[in-house]
């Protein structure tokens, strides 16, 4: 039986996920120093007499192995200065790291899904009040919202409206798999409309995509239930933004589809070109630690990142760096289905699966939200194991 944590001891765990998602607020110091980074510093500060490296699990060595050998190709590369940057940076997020793991060690499994639960809410309302109040007013420039080209996309509380379903895939995860209290029913109708305002064709497919596995995953009378209730969602949604403000989503969101036909995916397809060419220059280390944005800027005047994780990593750190990267990921979807958590807590599953697709259109190998995620799997593997042991014992 999972003890229940008092709800006023949720509250620094709460605290904390919400902080890690307010990408957007953070002050520059040579680095970009966020309020989660300040709050991470005080609990080390308070707790340091205690303070101790939680053992780790297998995949969370090969993780480290992985940003050790990506750090070891800035010694190679053509602009050593960008290397030592994201090499400054790698280690600052590794520390948070540690202290993560320490931190939620103290809490349990209800703990630490309540505080996903109410920090996905606040995240997802703060974000939708942003979005609105900046069209209402016409604050586009500081509000919730970013315009491309004709588009209102949301932005909420992070910099980008491609980053943001990625901010937002364990609370839209979670709410979906948990939709039986009136709460997270509200959590999941925010994370719908939040994420489909980004008007992101890469995030919204792969929602779309996560969202037909749990259909698969599902009985039948929930499929029903969740397809009838997401389409009576969506009618009621569209009409507000048609009649209230003014836009018409049905309209913009084919409209998006359309322009994929032609700006070869915002660019995305040209940059993943250039990456495989640059990998096949240097095809065993890679051209060095963040430095195909340099290559990019010196060779074609663009500034972009590949907006593909996996050749990103591909063609800075080579076949070396690649294989070990895939390596770790491999090993934390093999402990989600060697432990059933896949089955047993299916959020976290999906969220991975979330994460892997979206990768796909977006660089986030180094990423706050991404370390969170692995810190909370690694606290529930050794408790799912207990489990199956006590099963196994009865």
Not at 240 to 258: A, G, P
């Amino acid at each position: 039986m999972e003890i229940r944590t008092d709800q006023n001891k949720i509250f620094p765990l709460f605290l904390l996920i919400l902080l890690i998602t307010l990408g957007k607020y953070y002050i520059y110091i040579g680095f970009a120093l966020k309020p989660y980074m300040v709050f991470l510093f005080f609990l080390f500060v308070f707790n340091v007499t205690v303070f101790y490296f939680v053992k780790f699990h297998f995949y969370e060595f090969i993780m480290i192995l992985f940003y050790l050998t990506f750090s070891f190709t800035g010694a190679f590369s053509l602009y050593p200065i960008e290397s030592i940057r994201i090499i400054l940076g790698i280690i600052l997020l590794i520390i948070c790291y540690f202290i993560i793991r320490f931190f939620l060690v103290k809490y349990s499994i209800y703990a630490i899904e309540k505080a996903i639960g109410y920090s996905g809410l606040v995240f997802n309302t703060l974000s939708l009040l942003l979005y609105g109040i900046a069209l209402k007013f016409k604050l586009t420039t500081i509000g919730g919202v970013m315009m491309d080209r004709d588009y209102p996309r949301l932005i909420g509380v992070v910099t980008d409206p491609n980053y943001y379903i990625f901010y937002n895939s364990i609370f839209f995860t979670y709410f979906l798999c948990n939709s039986k209290s009136s709460l997270n029913k509200i959590g999941l109708i925010l994370c719908l409309i939040t994420n489909l305002l980004t008007f992101s064709r890469g995030g919204i497919m792969a929602m779309a995509f996560v969202f037909i596995i749990f259909l698969l995953m599902s009985k039948p009378i929930k499929q029903f239930k969740l397809i009838l209730s997401s389409i009576s969602l969506l009618s009621l949604f569209a009409f507000i933004l048609t009649f209230v403000f003014h836009i018409n989503f049905m309209n913009m969101i084919f409209s998006r589809i359309q322009d994929f036909s032609t700006d070869g995916g915002s660019g995305r397809f040209e940059l993943w070109s250039r990456a495989w060419t640059y990998f096949g220059s240097q095809p065993f280390f890679g051209i060095g630690a963040f430095n195909f944005k340099e290559y990019n800027s010196h060779d074609f005047s663009d500034t972009h990142f590949v907006h593909n994780t996996f050749l990103e990593i591909l063609s800075e750190s080579g076949v070396i760096g690649f294989s070990i990267y895939v390596l770790f990921l491999f090993f934390v979807c093999y402990q989600l289905l060697e432990n059933n958590l896949a089955f047993e807590k299916p959020f976290l599953f999906l969220t991975f699966i979330l994460f892997l697709v979206q990768m796909t259109s977006l660089t986030f190998f180094i990423n706050e939200v991404f370390l969170l995620y692995l810190a909370i799997v690694a606290n529930y593997i050794p408790r799912q194991k207990s489990l199956k042991e006590r099963s196994l014992t009865i």
